[in-house]
């Protein structure tokens, strides 16, 4: 940023030199105007990362909700399974008792009646339950698991605006502070620049001839 050069000395009130000092200070004023019209741009720039990264944690913390809620789901699921379980295994003790089953080595044939097949046919619901929640376990499981994955994309995003918006700030005060110098630079020059048109002499004019004629 150009500063309009190293400050002339101090001259007198109404010389070219005095002009070329306040037209110097000028330049000063808009040195400072455009270096904070840059640091509001990176203000600008920073807090739009800011609220990308708030608006991507919010969304953050629903994917998780959701994956959790879509877990407990898929074990009280699983968790309905051992009672299924317990269910098949007392069937299959009343087939036993029911069709007379015989031990190992014993011969003679087995009694099939309907209250046996039906036993079975209980059985065999049973058993395409279980898999059927095992199958919609695993399907919430997964979604859960696309969720948190989906969380894991995002928190690489937030990083990324998290830093960039650092980096905009960091250049947002090192505009602040070089306005801020010169600033400081250009109030000084302006009091001194005062205080020397304050205390400049008035310019002297000579007296007017006098033409009228002596007497002797």
Do not use: C, F
């Not at 046996?116 to 049973?126: A, D, F, P």
């Not at 058993?127 to 690489?156: F, G, N, P």
């Not at 650092?166 to 306005?179: G, K, T, V």
């Not at 630079?185 to 020397?196: M, Y």
């Amino acid at each position: 940023m150009a500063t309009g050069g190293p400050p002339p000395e101090a001259p007198t009130a109404g010389t070219p030199l005095a002009a070329r000092r306040s037209r110097w200070i000028g330049q000063q004023y808009a040195d400072i105007t455009k270096l904070r019209e840059h640091a509001a741009r990176h203000d600008r720039a920073s807090a739009r990362a800011q609220q990308r990264v708030a608006r991507l944690n919010t969304k953050i913390e629903k994917l998780r909700h959701q994956a959790t809620l879509l877990r407990e789901k898929a074990q009280k699921v699983l968790a309905e399974i051992p009672e299924l379980e317990q269910q098949i295994k007392q069937h299959e003790r009343d087939i036993n008792a029911a069709s007379g089953q015989r031990p190992p080595g014993a011969t003679g044939s087995v009694g099939m009646t309907s209250d046996v097949t039906s036993l079975h046919y209980r059985v065999r619901k049973l058993q395409q339950k279980i898999v059927d929640k095992q199958q919609k376990s695993r399907h919430l499981e997964l979604r859960a698991a696309q969720k948190t994955q989906k969380t894991a994309e995002l928190k690489v995003k937030v990083d990324r605006y998290t830093e960039a918006a650092r980096l905009e700030e960091q250049e947002a005060n090192a505009y602040r502070q070089r306005a801020d110098r010169l600033q400081a630079v250009s109030e000084g020059d302006v009091a001194s620049h005062l205080a020397a048109t304050a205390t400049a002499p008035p310019p002297t004019t000579a007296p007017p001839a006098d033409d009228r004629p002596r007497l002797p």
